[in-house]
């Protein structure tokens, strides 16, 4: 059984740093696309930066030189580094990961970011 775990999130003064971590066990396929979400209250889910296993990143225009997506395959961990930190970017974050071809993904429960002004 496939679990995802988030952790790394906290409160943070705006101007501030973050990095979270997402470590996937129980995985028995090779992972394609890793990727963290967040949603923030009242909206929806969006995508803030995928990692393809190869090929380039891609990041959210409003995260773009702010943020880092990292991957580390032996651990099939993901990470997210989050630099200069708005209170825009407060939200609940989530990470994916997807098989290949489509085959299926999955989601952890999620780390709460919150950013104070």
């Known amino acids: 059984q496939v679990q995802l775990v988030e952790s790394g999130g906290g409160v943070v003064q705006a101007g501030g740093s973050l990095r979270l971590s997402c470590a996937a066990s129980?995985?028995?396929?090779?992972?394609?696309?890793m990727a963290w979400y967040r949603q923030a209250l009242g909206k929806q889910r969006e995508m803030v930066a995928t990692?393809?296993?190869?090929?380039?990143?891609n990041y959210a225009d409003s995260v773009k030189g702010r943020f880092t997506i990292s991957r580390d395959n032996a651990k099939n961990t993901v990470y997210l580094q989050m630099n200069s930190l708005i209170p825009e970017d407060t939200a609940r974050y989530y990470c994916?990961?997807?098989?290949?071809?489509?085959?299926?993904?999955?989601w952890g429960q999620g780390t709460q970011v919150t950013v104070s002004s």
């Open positions: 129980g995985v028995t396929f090779t992972i394609a696309n």
């Open positions: 994916n990961i997807q098989k290949f071809k489509f085959a299926g993904d999955y």
């Open positions: 990692i393809p296993r190869n090929g380039p990143t």
